[in-house]
């Protein structure tokens, strides 16, 4: 069964998440990936044991994040700096589809890199450019990670409760955006190149994902002039709010259009005489007194398991769930159904559980297909298939240092 990116070929140059992730995500859907590392340094996400206080560390050294990274993909070592490292990677740029980088433009430079050099080896290429904060602008060559979107984009003052710091979300957030993101561009790319033939270049950022993430807050404080205030339980909008049961398990509830759904509601908690308070008669008015609703709606909440609840709302038709927690998600019967978890076996670690495709096709099925690769592990596969290099010049190019 062919999968969508069946007979594309991806050339990556790139480090820690945004960028790999990215193709990434292209192996799930059927791409070749070809991920080219520095001899003996490789990505820097390889060795990475721990961020802050979060672990990083597997068995034999490997590192989690590289792992998650770098799935689908054959890594092959050069050393681009050298002449003939450079010369073997314009080799597999000829015949490749996309080219990947998240280099600074200021190093893309230097190691003749750019869009304007590769193009010239394969017009066809659809050369995939990943930066922090974009290709224009002042701060177009600076650095950034994950957290420097959530920061920017003003996403950490999109969550947490009205009045707290900014909250920053774990983990990775602002980054698999501007993976999803850059594979999206990408293969739309692929798409106008089978249409009028020619290739192109794509610039992404994770500030511009992190940004398309908050659309509707941006649509909002620019088209109807309103700052979005952030979310404050006790005196929120009582039908878009989280309450707690008697197990100490939270659920959301998201009720609109709410004059529709107050009576069912009211019948679901078991309160029928609220629908008729005067205090909550109108949708305006719940919202207007939700102070004092979300406090009668938590008492009523508490008397309850979770389970009970998700039960009872599914029974009135009411839109609801668990608020899970990530060590929970494989128990969720619904995640499983749909594969969003999968059960994988990794060379390494054996049977494990992974993140799967976040959709379907009816044609195929997408998702991990080989565990990251070790440094270099297809070095001598791609240059010998690919470059149409011989044994013994891959060996004379290891000894130098090149490979």
Known sequence: MRLPLDGIRVVECAIFHAGPGTSAIMGDLGAEVIKIEQPEVGDPIRWVQRIGRIPMTLAG??????????????SVTLNLREEKGYEALCRLIKDADVFLINFRQPAIKEMKLTYDELRKINPRLIYASISAFGAKGPDKDQGGFDYQGQARSGLMYSMGEEGAPPVGCQFGLADQATAFNACHQIVVALLARERFGEGQAISVSILGSSLNMLYFNMLITYLAKITVPRHDRAN???MRNYY??????WLMMTLTPPDRHWPPLCEA????????????ATDELRLKNSTELVKIID???????????LKIFKDHDLFCCAVN?????????????NDYIIDFKHPAFGEIKLPGYPAQFSGCKPGPRTAAPDLGEHTDEILTSIGGY??????????????
């Open 236 to 238: 929120e909008y009582p």
């Open 269 to 280: 908690l078991g309160k029928p005489d609220l629908e008729k308070d005067p205090r909550f």
């Open 390 to 403: 011989t044994k013994e010049e891959i060996a004379s190019m290891r000894e130098k240092g090149i490979a």
């Open 325 to 337: 927690r990530l060590d929970e998600l494989h128990e969720d019967p619904q995640v499983v159904a």
């Open 299 to 309: 008492e009523v909440f508490a008397t309850r398991p979770l389970a009970e609840w």
């Open 244 to 249: 707690k049961s008697s197990d100490d398990r």
């Open 61 to 74: 050294g490997k590192s989690v994040f590289f792992e998650g990274s770098n799935r689908n993909k054959k």
